[in-house]
């Protein structure tokens, strides 16, 4: 299939602004950047009025907890775990999580979302929506070491069997959980399979300070130390949160090329505290957005995500210059694409086909004066026209390509009426 999106502004392939340019897609490839003249195109989508940029990557999220939005709010971390967030789960069932993914993904193209990180249990089952979707996805069996090992063992089954899958939109990761609920057999452990793979592992480090300082009267380290005298950092080590961190903890992840998962908003609502972004920045590490999962959010809007992320940091360093836009906007695609190894970094020939058009049709994105800073400072899920993701449409101008809304939406309210209770 050969598409030429015709008509938008298109961010260049430095990130830096954005320009009059077609793109043509083939193959679910980036063909070309320009007139898009003397390209033969089974189809032309117009995309007049429109900003056209790489998709969103929400770079750590937890698909099924769509379904507790709005079910446990206004706690602390370990409270909001263990009187709501755990004995919910415990009601949950493998179909059910299926359908509060299909609800993920629907809000995650809606939002301009091409690439996502997940981690949950169930994930053999609701893997099946991600296909449905047309998204792509990294995704991990979360890894706890309760019972012994045999989480290990289901991590490596999952792997097995859907690593590539879907002409390789789907990737199988490797997740221990956190440092607080994993055993060091079980960290080594994880560490040697996901190695001899050469997969992604995904693991949250210092969010909250109770976690931090329990990790240090545990170990006598930090989470990141721990994780550097594992030998669990390198440039496949995805760190969500790193809110707790040191100077050293930093200058350990830069030097090992970790990248760190930075989650503002939820960070913000559990009262975790606000992660050092401006300092890994500078130390030259790779620093990806995500939302984390709704019920701690309580949405997978990588805009609101973006927003935050430019102006937090500004007014906690008091520093207007601490995040600038083209910043954030890397942080929210590129620098996630980087992170998970998928996805468009740039629009650019050979790029990946994950692109999101961004309408200019409503009053807060007017005047043009500069479409970057409309984009992170005045845009939001509402805009997105259109979803394209692996060179194939799954959403245009309010329409769902892929997904069944109404019935997805239904049956995710059926299922909390049970469930979040
Ligand atoms: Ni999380």
Not at 212 to 223: D, F, G, L, S, W
Not at 286 to 298: E, F, K, M, Q
């Amino acid at each position: 299939m050969k598409i030429l999106l015709k008509g938008a502004l298109t961010l260049n392939a430095e990130g830096s602004s954005f320009v009059r340019a077609n793109v043509a897609v083939e193959n679910g490839k980036i063909a070309l950047v320009g007139d898009g003249a003397g390209f033969e195109a089974d189809e032309v989508i117009s995309l007049d009025n429109c900003l056209l940029m790489p998709a969103f990557v929400n770079a750590h999220t937890h698909l099924p907890m769509t379904l507790f939005r709005g079910a446990a709010d206004d706690m602390p971390l370990l409270t909001w775990l263990e009187t709501r967030i755990w004995p919910m789960e415990d009601k949950l069932s493998a179909k059910d999580a299926l359908i509060a993914a299909r609800l993920a993904c629907a809000e995650m193209i809606r939002s301009g979302v091409s690439a996502f990180n997940d981690m949950y249990f169930f994930t053999d089952t609701f893997i099946e929506a991600v296909c449905e979707s047309g998204l792509r996805g990294a995704l991990c069996r979360a890894i706890t070491s309760g019972d012994g090992d045999f989480r290990v063992d289901e991590a490596i089954a999952l792997y097995d069997r859907w690593h590539g899958a879907e002409n390789g939109r789907i990737a199988i990761s490797f997740g221990p959980h956190a440092e607080y609920t994993c055993s060091k057999e079980t960290l080594l452990r994880t560490r040697d399979e996901a190695n001899k793979r050469d997969a992604l592992l995904h693991i949250h480090c210092s969010e909250s300070q109770e976690e931090h300082a329990q990790c240090i009267e545990r170990h006598a380290k930090t989470p990141v130390a721990w994780f550097e005298e594992l030998g669990l950092l390198s440039e496949r080590t995805l760190l969500a949160h790193c809110v707790q961190v040191t100077d050293d903890d930093i200058a350990l992840i830069a030097a090992r090329g970790a990248n760190v998962l930075h989650n503002p908003q939820s960070n913000l609502k559990l009262g975790s505290g606000i992660a050092p972004v401006p300092k890994m920045l500078k130390a030259g590490v790779n620093v990806a957005l995500g939302t984390d999962g709704a019920a701690s959010n309580n949405n997978l809007d990588m805009f609101e995500e973006m927003r935050l992320a430019a102006t937090l940091h500004k007014g906690f360093m008091r520093d207007p210059v601490a995040v600038p836009a083209d910043t954030a906007l890397k942080m929210a695609s590129a620098n996630g694409a980087k992170a998970l190894r998928m996805g468009c970094k740039a629009i650019a020939e050979s790029e990946a086909a994950d692109l999101v058009a961004i309408s200019l049709e409503h009053p807060h994105m007017n005047p043009v004066n500069d479409a970057l800073k409309n984009v992170v400072y005045s845009a939001g899920m509402g805009d997105v026209a259109m979803n394209m993701t692996d060179g194939k449409v799954l959403y245009y101008k309010g329409e769902y390509k892929t997904l069944d809304i109404e019935k997805i939406k239904f049956e995710a309210n059926e299922i909390a009426k049970r469930v979040c209770v």
